[in-house]
């Protein structure tokens, strides 16, 4: 139990593109989804809580309008980085809530050239 | 500010031995624990979690411990394999609250 995807797996995209990932809770219903970043052999950075129903909240030095969060279902979280460069280049992971536990996504690689 | 962090960044160990893990926190309030573990390339996966309200809990080959009086907090994996190797990262938080996480630890099954 407490399984959650991420769809695309991994992603390559032209400077200036947007790009959709998504977060799904498979066999739990969360109110509350997470959206990490990590650079390489660093710790998770939390970016935003996402809530259903209700706007996003953003950790401070996080652009809002650059990481669009769209909680849309009790098993759908979407994260939209628009414009994307290459500097937003990392690697994304989303977390849902289950009770007082985090479970989290396998993760996307997204690359912006 | 609040943090929570590990001692070592990196252990090895050999292949069947026990493995400790250390973490410390700085938030005395903070009355929920987790220890998560992640492949490379992968996202974090649940191992153990622990309340304040204890000093221990078991499960399959791994031990979590909690220390209140100087927040300590460490994970033990008994009897190592290969496929432990990965970083482990202990984070407080829990319910409604943000996650910290530690720095983390990688983790080096040698054979």
């Known amino acids: 139990g407490a399984v959650v995807s991420q769809h695309p797996s991994r992603v390559i995209c032209k400077s200036g593109t947007s790009v959709k990932i998504e977060c799904r809770s498979l066999?739990?219903?969360?109110?509350?989804m997470f959206w990490y970043r990590q650079f390489p052999k660093k710790s998770l950075m939390l970016m935003a809580t996402s809530n259903e129903g209700s706007k996003a909240t953003y950790e401070q030095g996080v652009e809002k309008d650059k990481f669009l969060i769209n909680h849309a279902s009790l098993t759908l979280s979407t994260l939209t980085v628009t414009s994307a460069h290459p500097e937003d280049s990392s690697f994304y992971i989303c977390?849902?809530?289950?009770?007082?536990?985090?479970?989290f996504g396998p993760g996307t690689r997204l690359l912006v050239l | 500010g609040e943090s929570v962090g590990l001692h070592l960044p990196t252990l090895s160990v050999q292949e069947g031995d026990n493995s400790i893990i250390n973490c410390a926190y700085s938030?005395?309030?903070?009355?929920?624990f987790i220890w998560y573990k992640q492949e490379s390339g992968k996202g974090p996966q649940f191992i153990i979690d622990i309340r304040s309200n204890m000093d221990k809990r078991q499960g399959q080959r791994v031990t979590v411990l909690l220390n209140k009086t100087v927040k300590h907090l460490s994970l033990q994996i008994a009897a190592t394999q290969p496929g432990d190797s990965a970083v482990y990262f202990c984070a407080e938080g829990g319910g409604a609250q943000k996650l910290v996480f530690g720095q983390g630890t990688r983790l080096t099954i040698n054979p």
């Open positions: 938030n005395s309030a903070s009355d929920y």
């Open positions: 977390s849902a809530q289950n009770g007082e536990t985090q479970y």
């Open positions: 066999d739990f219903q969360a109110t509350t």
